[in-house]
Each structure stands twice: as C-alpha cells, then as structure tokens.
C-alpha cells in the first residue's frame, strides 16, 4: 500500500508540473495587408495636409488685368496664385488690297480715303503694304464687301486675321468646407459672369502675402 501510494502521488506531480514544460500552442500569426481604413482614403479631387484637414484647389476665370485678380484674391484672405494663359480666338475675314510697292499702296489709300473709305496700309507682316478694307467675324460680311469693291473695278482679296486673347485666372488653395464662401468672395467683388470654375487636387499655390 505504501507503494501504492507514493507512486500515486508522484503521478500527481508529474501531471502538475508537465504543461509547463510542453511547447505553447501554435498562433496563426496576423494576415498583413488588410483593407485601408476609411480615414486614409483621400477623395479625388482633394490632398491632406500635415494635420489632416482636407483642401480642394479651384480655379476661376478669366479676368482681363492682373491687377483685378489680385486685387479679387486678397479679398479671400486665402492662398491664391493668378496664371496668366493666351487663348485662340475665332479668325477674323480680312479684306485686303493684295500688297504692292510701298509708295503705290501708300497712293491709292489716300485715294480711297479722298473716296470716303475708312482704310490704312499694312505696316508689317505676311500682309505688309496691303491696304485694309476691313475686318469681319462674318464671313458673309466680308464677301459682301468684296463683291462691291470688284464692282468698282478694284483688286480685293481675302485672308484670316488670327487673333489671341491672353487672361488671367485666380487659382486658390482652401478647405473643403470653404469652397463656396471663396468663390462667393470672389464673385462678390467681380462684374461679370466666371467663363470657368475648375476643382483639382493641390499641388501647392503661393499665399497671398507673396503676390503683389
């Protein structure tokens, strides 16, 4: 019995201090690469900045001096940068006496000016020492001037005058949330109707201290 006994007992103590011994259990180590949070997805259109707050930059159009785009953009008292850019305007229809020597051009414009007709010659260019007869957006205009030229017995022809239009526009960098007060800033202080509104991501735009 004594036996008996202390080889039950030393089962106990085998079976009490064994799991401290056996390896732990295996853990799946943690899936990486799981879906973004919500919070750091950036909606198009917009950039973060350093603290976090969401900023949207529009552009708006076109204004006809500098000076009146800055003057419009320091009223936001936000970031803001004036571009100037050039665009093409629709050709005009250019009535023309073909060009010639100078003293003749020069001769038969004071003739039809002593005519009543209001032209001048040429100084420069592809044209130089034509005489203009006119400029037309129409080009039914035009060639109704060129039929009553030739009916008159003068040498007319007719060519494209092109033309470009530079502008500015007032770029500005702002919260979300202030969209609407800036381009109601803007439009407060502007007479006239915006040609364009644009909304892109920011790529950095010069404050207002740093424009004249």
């Known amino acids: 019995m004594k036996w008996l006994a202390l080889c039950l007992a030393l089962l106990n103590l085998g079976l009490w201090f064994l799991p401290g011994q056996l390896p732990g259990a295996m853990v799946s180590p943690q899936v990486s690469g799981g879906l973004p949070r919500v919070a750091s997805l950036k909606a198009k259109g917009t950039t973060r900045d350093e603290t976090g707050v969401e900023s949207v930059c529009l552009t708006v159009g076109w204004?006809?001096?500098?000076?009146?785009?800055?003057?419009?953009?320091?009223?936001?008292?936000?970031?803001?940068?004036?571009?100037?850019?050039?665009?093409?305007?629709?050709a005009l229809h250019w009535v023309l006496v073909p060009p010639?020597?100078?003293s003749d051009a020069k001769a038969q414009a004071d003739n039809l000016r002593a005519q009543g007709a209001d032209v001048y010659v040429v100084a420069r260019g592809q044209y130089r020492n034509a005489i203009s007869l006119g400029m037309f957006e129409s080009v039914k205009a035009a060639e109704n001037l060129m039929a009553k030229k030739k009916s008159?017995?003068?040498?007319?022809?007719?060519?494209?005058?092109?033309?470009?239009?530079?502008?500015?526009?007032?770029?500005?960098?702002?919260?979300?949330?202030?969209?609407?007060e800036v381009l109601q800033a803007v439009e407060a202080g502007f007479d006239g109707d915006f040609d364009f509104i644009e909304r892109n991501a920011c790529e950095g735009v010069a404050t207002s201290e740093k424009n004249p």
């Open 63 to 90: 204004f006809e001096t500098p000076a009146l785009a800055h003057a419009l953009g320091r009223t936001t008292g936000v970031k803001y940068q004036v571009k100037p850019k050039q665009e093409s305007l629709p």
């Open 100 to 102: 010639q020597p100078e």
């Open 152 to 180: 008159e017995n003068l040498n007319v022809t007719l060519a494209k005058f092109t033309r470009n239009r530079i502008g500015y526009a007032l770029a500005f960098e702002v919260e979300s949330s202030r969209e609407t």
